[in-house]
Structures are given as structure tokens and as C-alpha cells.
């Protein structure tokens, strides 16, 4: 998953400076059909990496964007489309900064006060590729912020839709994402397994060692060390022209580099 920064600092939410500590995330749908992200999303002239984040969001010229004083709504982040059509996901908080998301359910607390949250942006709800691809890169957003805040995505509770805060009384009623995920055959049930199945196979991932097949393989930051090794013949690879080198040997070989000793 692609995850942009931008944080819409004009926005009187992000102004208040309230944090929260963070016991899960809430899942929002926008409930209108624009799938892009810069209907939401722009930088401002002192938003960090401004020109770069409109090259990959666009430009929006309708100034209805969220990065804007006079809205009394705010997520942590939004998951929808790129200019150029890929989907990606966008910080837009901090994501222990109070958000206006949920609204107060009728225990008179409100997720505000515990959650994360993210829109995903909807497009007319009838194309499987888009929403394929935007359940998950909402459930690979969510497996990282529980990863980082040490959440349990099965527990009760913690990843649930706007709706299903509705339920607990901790949200107004909004029916999102059950607009949404069933006509695609998805519960938030399906949701969180998702989320475990991306958390899951990172911690396996881990545990693999990677290897390169070819030198045109290993990443930049490794090539000229590893380059110099199969220059001077200490770097055979196969014997049938593959190098099959592991990351940790590169990550070696880099270092030997640094000292001197390849030249
Ligand atoms: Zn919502």
C-alpha cells in the first residue's frame, strides 16, 4: 500500500491540537460517488512536499477539499484513487490527533475519543476492481495502525465501521460501510480477517530471508558493493549467471565496501 502524508492543517479539527490515545480504528465510507482522493485532500502553500503531493493526487479547483477552515468533520486518513488512477492511502492527522468523525452515539461517548478513522472513498458502488482494491488498502492501513499502537484487530471493539460505533452507542447513525461492503459479499467480519491475514504474512515475511536473483535486482543502495564483489570474482553467484545473493550478504558487502576493502 502507498501511503501519502498530508496533513489538512487548515482544517479546525487539526487547529484544537487534541490528542487521544489511540484503542481502534474506525472504518468510514464518504458516501458520495468520487472515488479521488484530491476531492478531499490538497496541500496547502506550506504543506511539506506540496509540489510532489499535487503531481500525485491533482489538483482540485472546486476549493471543496477538507484542508480548509468552516467543516466540523476530520479523519486521520483517506484511501481512494491517485491522479493517475492507482489507490493509495493518505495520512491526514496525526494519528493520536482527536478527529471529528463520529459523531456522539446515544451512550453519550463518541469514537472520537478512542479512534483512528479513515474514509475510503466511494465511487457508484458497482465496480468489483475499485472496491477490491480499496478494501485492501483499508484493511493493510488498519493492519499498520494496529501493528503500531499494539491493537488487537479481533477484539471487541477495535476495528469497527461508523455503523457498527452506531450499534455500540458511540457514534451517530450512518449506515457506512454496510452500504458498501455487502454488495461485494464483505462484513466487517470479513474486514478484520483481512486485517490479520496482511499482519500475519508481514511478521512471516520478517522471518524470510530475501535473495536477489541478479544484480540488476538488488536495490540500489547495494549494487555498487555488490557490483565490485562479482567484478573482482568473489561474487560467482550459480554458475549459470545468476547471483542469488541474500540481503544479508549485501547488506555485508556494503559494509566491507565502506571500509575499503573491495577496492
Ligand atoms: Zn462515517
Redesign the pocket.
Known sequence: MKLLKCILTENDCCQTGRTIRPKGVMV??T?ANNPLLRRYVQPVAATPGREELLAQLGRNTNANHWNRPGLNVCVHGFVGRLADGTVAAVQTLPWNHRGW??GTGASGSSANDTHISF?ICEDDLTDPAYFGQAYRAAAELTAMLCQQYGLDPLADGVVI??QDGYRRGV?SN?G?VYNWFPKFGRSMDDFRAEVVRVMDGESQEEDEMIFYKNLSDVPEYYQAAVGKAVDRGALNGTGDGELNVSEDLCRTLTVLDRLGKLD
Open positions: 468510514h465510507s458516501g468523525h463520529a474514509e465501521c461508523h457514534a450512518h457506512d
